[in-house]
């Protein structure tokens, strides 16, 4: 639904409200003006199925009205709660709700971190309590302040009140506060059957501490942790319940120093990044097909079965001397690959390596110094290759120090060609 028409349905409900009290005015029927403003948000009339007065237009049964209302934004669809019953109705059990400082009209730039904090607690608290015992779909925390205990317990609250057996989704982001200890995520909330329905959890800024009570997943194929507080055990003690994941992102969780991951047989996609303690990476997933990596130091990976890998991205320091005939013959069906080394050091050629599939292929490196020997450019090692990026910064070359060179769907002859000039100028 686009931005358009829902403002053209909220001056429409305006209009209709409008129109309302004006014949109620004529019928001598309307109330003081202190009682009647805002009434819809604030009462707990009961909902009548159905009922547009004023509405001009065909009947449409209340389930599309609340689909409609659904689609708009948590601003808007609370302006159309004021105005009208049939959307206070939809209002007090909507499905999705994703609460930002955006999302609920607060001004970062007008007013203190301070005063943002209270609103938004006060905000957020007053809807949560009125969809109590409603069962909440999405539930998105953006932003959420958590700088003292009193926040800590609003957000413990809001947690225990919305997160349900039919929630869904559940995202955490909380506000950074450098100095103030890590919010701890309440793991009960997701035992006694209340986790079962949870398709996609995100967590970020907090501590997460699973442990082997904390009850199965069963529903989960998403999981999203960035900069949270998790220890290596206790990310298996997750992992162990979700049977059903099938993609996960660990992002700057600083405490993990070895992954291990169970045999999830619907995992295909894993994403490392940051973790600055990490040793090992240990997966027995068997199907897994895309793997992203990102680290600033050495650490050892085993991923088991990877005759299904398709997409492999590699920033690490040094990994093309080491790893490429070790990627040839482990992952034979590579697409799409990326490699970024940041302290490359090569002085002998690689060892031939085919990748028959390979279609596209980036690489970029950032080193001191490569042998002018070293062949960055074996087309015949990549005979399906339709695209090819390389960047190569080098230090203590009689040459410019920097060079980028891009072919997108280039015939197989232009390529040889041009590996061959460049080949010249690095010698």
């Keep these: 639904m686009s931005r358009r028409f829902k403002g053209l349905l909220v001056k429409r409900l305006m209009s209709m409200r409008r129109h309302r009290r004006q014949i109620q005015a004529r019928n001598g ?38 689909h409609i209302h659904s689609l708009m934004p948590l ?54 309590k009125r969809h109590f015992h409603t069962s909440v779909k999405t539930l998105k925390l953006l932003s959420a302040p958590n700088h003292n205990a009193r926040y800590r317990r609003y957000l413990d ?52 501490r699973p442990t082997v009570g904390l009850g199965c ?29 099938e993609f996960m992102d660990i992002s700057y969780c600083h405490e993990i120093v070895c992954m291990k991951i169970p045999c999830l047989q619907r995992l295909t996609h894993l994403s490392v990044t940051g973790c600055s303690k990490l040793q090992l990476i240990e997966s027995k997933a068997p199907n897994l097909s895309s793997f992203h990596f990102e680290s600033d ?33 482990s992952m034979p069906n590579l697409e799409t690959l990326g490699i970024h080394s940041s302290s490359e050091l090569v002085t002998t050629p690689l060892a031939s390596s085919k990748f028959l599939h390979l279609k596209s292929l980036s690489i970029t490196l950032r080193g001191f ?18 695209t090819f990026v390389l960047d190569v910064s080098q230090r203590l070359m009689e ?15 232009w390529v040889y060609r041009t590996c061959h000039m460049i080949r010249a100028w690095l010698s």
């Design 29 to 66: 029927s309307v109330a003081s003006r202190g009682k009647s403003k805002g009434a819809p948000c604030q009462t707990d009339q009961t909902c009548q199925i159905g009922e547009t007065k004023g509405y001009s237009g065909p009947y449409l049964p209340q389930d599309i009205w609340s």
């Design 75 to 128: 601003r808007d669809a609370a302006r159309a709660a004021c105005v009208s019953r049939v959307f206070l109705c939809s209002w007090r059990s909507r499905p999705n709700l994703t609460f930002s400082n955006q999302t609920l009209g607060l001004n970062e730039n007008a007013c203190g971190k301070d005063e943002i904090a209270r609103d938004f607690t006060s905000k957020v608290d007053q809807i949560l």
């Design 157 to 208: 609250s809001w947690l225990q009140m919305a997160v349900t057996p039919g929630t869904e989704e559940l995202t955490l982001t909380l506000a950074e506060h450098f100095t103030v200890k890590k919010y701890k995520f309440p793991c009960s909330i997701l035992s006694h059957g209340n986790g079962d329905s949870i398709r996609h959890l995100s967590l970020d800024n907090c501590a997460f």
């Design 217 to 245: 997943l069963r529903s989960l194929t998403r999981l999203d942790l960035f900069t949270v507080y998790i220890k290596g055990d206790e990310l298996w003690c997750l992992l162990s319940n979700s049977s059903a994941l």
């Design 297 to 329: 130091h050495q650490v050892q990976l085993s991923l088991g079965e990877t005759l299904r890998v398709k997409n492999l991205y590699i920033d690490c320091s040094g990994p093309i001397c080491h790893s490429r005939a070790e990627l040839a013959s």
């Design 369 to 386: 110094t490569f042998s002018h020997g070293f062949d960055y450019f074996s087309k015949v090692s990549s005979p399906s290759l339709e």
């Design 399 to 413: 040459h410019p120090n920097y060079a980028k060179i891009r072919f997108l769907s280039l015939a197989s002859t």
